[in-house]
């Protein structure tokens, strides 16, 4: 007979698995004074205590065995989800190439970008996405994917992408040039995955970071430029009239009053009420030139364009016009063709950004955020102006990103 002991009751024994366990009646007594059972001297010679300790005991270890096969796989599975959490952890060598702009940040296995362009069909645009997909080829560990509309007014087309992917689960960070910086607000609303706004900014506080030009600085700079240009040209009445992009686009904004502070202060006057607005686009460029040339017969000293393509676009519609043939033609982005067309004494100058900079830099501030790093609220990806003096070098600087 065994010992009553006042022990803490077990559950029934009706889960034991051995057969034998299960059907001894003594089991059932010394499972409830499990310490008097497992005792030599409680149990004395009895056989049936002696097969049913040998039961327990071999569930005790087979139980063990169970949960230890479960820590395992509980600390395999946290082990994989820290090495998913972050881009963190790697040893990529930082690249040293005076295109980047800066230090590389330090990114590790399975990390993936979104970069969603206004649009890929300009040749501004394949700057940026060179200088995007320039990251990744520095990082190779940075998965980085490019895309953007067919064009800068194919808002849907945009708007789609960008839903779509913020959805998909399939990227650690995005980086976002958008078209109607209002809508995208609304739509990353409540992301908590890193992003970053590249040439235009978002107003949202789930922006960590702006990648860009200073538009507005940007533009002062070419407006004043433009006006010592004209002065230069022989233009006694200095005025000029601006070929915008979109209406109400943040980066077509910007330049507008950077344009209109240049011109005004140095000596200019700015005419605001007579903007053309030709949504970014070289042929609606051609036709607004028309208009300000049916307007203003007697010429204008300086016509301040959106980009480069409408600025070439409105110095052909000029060409031939001999009231424009000193028309300072002022255009923004300072691409490679602007860059011949200024060598070829038709557009006369170009503020240039550094497209392939703002993509490598946009890329590498996702990839800092991924990895737990503070941002900087603005990040300048640098800009210049363009003229005959330096287009040359200027091309040859261009060549070298995209042939």
């Given at each position: ?24 009646i003594i089991a059932l007594k010394y499972y409830q004074n499990v ?326 830099k946009a890329v590498e501030a996702a990839v800092k955020a991924v ?33």
């Amino acid at each position: 007979m065994c010992t009553k002991r006042n022990v803490r009751k077990s559950p029934p024994l009706t889960k034991i698995t051995t057969k034998g366990c299960q059907n001894s009646i003594i089991a059932l007594k010394y499972y409830q004074n499990v310490g008097a059972f497992l005792s030599p001297t409680a149990v004395g010679t009895d056989r049936r205590a002696d097969k049913l300790r040998d039961c327990l005991l071999r569930m005790k270890k087979e139980r063990g065995f169970i949960m230890k096969k479960r820590l395992l796989a509980m600390l395999m599975t946290g082990a994989m989800v820290a090495s998913l959490a972050a881009c963190g952890g790697g040893s990529s060598t930082p690249s040293t190439d005076d295109k980047t702009g800066g230090d590389t940040a330090q990114s590790g296995s399975g990390c993936s970008v979104d970069v969603i362009l206004k649009t890929t069909a300009s040749e501004y645009w394949s700057y940026v996405k060179a200088g995007a997909e320039a990251y990744s080829k520095d990082n190779p560990d940075v998965k980085v994917e490019v895309k953007g509309a067919t064009s800068e007014t194919a808002y849907d087309e945009q708007q789609n992408m960008i839903e779509t992917d913020l959805n998909s689960g399939a990227y650690d960070a995005f980086v976002i040039a958008p078209l109607q910086a209002d809508l995208v607000k609304t739509l990353i609303a409540g992301q908590t995955a890193p992003i970053v706004a590249v040439d235009t900014n978002i107003d949202a506080p789930e922006v960590l970071s702006f990648v860009g030009t200073g538009n507005e600085d940007a533009a002062a700079e070419g407006g004043k430029a433009a006006v010592e240009a004209a002065k230069a040209a022989g233009w006694d009445k200095v005025q000029a009239i601006a070929i915008s992009g979109v209406q109400g686009d943040g980066t077509a904004t910007a330049r507008l009053t950077g344009y209109e502070k240049g011109v005004t202060e140095a000596g200019g006057e700015f005419l605001k009420d007579e903007i053309q607005y030709a949504d970014a686009v070289a042929d609606k460029a051609a036709t607004s030139m028309e208009a300000i040339m049916q307007n203003h017969p007697e010429g204008v000293a300086i016509i301040v364009c959106n980009n480069d393509d409408m600025a070439m676009a409105a110095a052909r519609a000029a060409k031939g016009n001999a009231a424009y043939a000193k028309t300072i033609f002022v255009g923004f982005d300072g691409i490679q063709s602007a860059c011949n067309a200024i060598l070829a004494g038709e557009e006369t100058m170009s503020v240039a950004q550094e497209a392939y900079d703002m993509g490598y830099k946009a890329v590498e501030a996702a990839v800092k955020a991924v990895n737990g790093e503070t941002l900087e609220k603005f990040i300048d990806s640098g800009c210049s102006v363009v003229t005959k003096d330096n287009a040359q070098e200027r091309l040859d600087k261009l060549k070298g990103y995209i042939g």
